[in-house]
């Protein structure tokens, strides 16, 4: 058992803009675990969307949660489903597409029923998109392992559960953000 926080942070749900609903994933994972934290701090939590960097896995572990989904992050590989093509100018693509999109909820009653959509009007709660190939999943799965080993290292937490439990979070300002990032320079 467990509990999957996350109400429209994937890169490819329009949950939040179609229906108001939502919050931003750092927040709802620190609040669910706090409201788990008395009497149900057995069940863990999984970051169900939000990961777009590798920085965001660490950061997801440090909010509370025990597991982080990153369907975006594995959507280009080899192993995930979708279709791949090639674009005119010769680079490799794969269809994405959410539970939640026009198409899906067409094609599979699993994803109308999740949705509500019954009928022929609907309201779809994601998009179909595609993203660049990117071969076999360990070419993404390595670099999200070392950059969680790194975030780790400096906060010196010999575990995740440390990570969890023991690190201290601070809000950012737009500024740190933007100093987050490689910054004043031309990238090469």
Request: hydrophobic share 35%; aromatic share 6%; proline share 5%.
């Amino acid at each position: 058992d467990g509990i999957k926080v996350g109400q429209g942070p994937g890169s490819i749900c329009s949950t939040r803009r179609e229906t108001g609903i939502g919050m931003p994933q750092v927040t709802a994972i620190h609040d669910c675990v706090k409201a788990l934290s008395k009497d149900f701090s057995h069940i863990p939590v999984c970051a169900d969307g939000g990961i777009v960097n590798h920085g965001d896995i660490p950061i997801a572990f440090a909010s509370g949660a025990h597991s982080v989904m990153m369907g975006r992050m594995f959507a280009g590989t080899k192993e995930a489903p979708g279709e791949t093509y090639k674009h005119s100018d010769g680079s490799v693509w794969k269809i994405y597409r959410g539970m939640g999109s026009r198409e899906a909820l067409n094609e599979n009653s699993a994803s109308r029923e999740r949705y509500g959509a019954s009928g022929a009007i609907f309201l779809p709660e994601g998009v179909t998109s595609h993203v660049a190939f990117q071969g076999p999943v360990e070419k993404v799965l390595i670099p999200c392992v070392l950059a969680l080993r790194k975030s780790m290292r400096y906060v010196k937490a010999p575990n995740i559960k440390y990570l969890r439990e023991k690190t201290a979070m601070r809000r950012i300002t737009t500024a740190g953000l933007r100093e987050s990032h490689p910054h004043d320079v031309q990238l090469a």
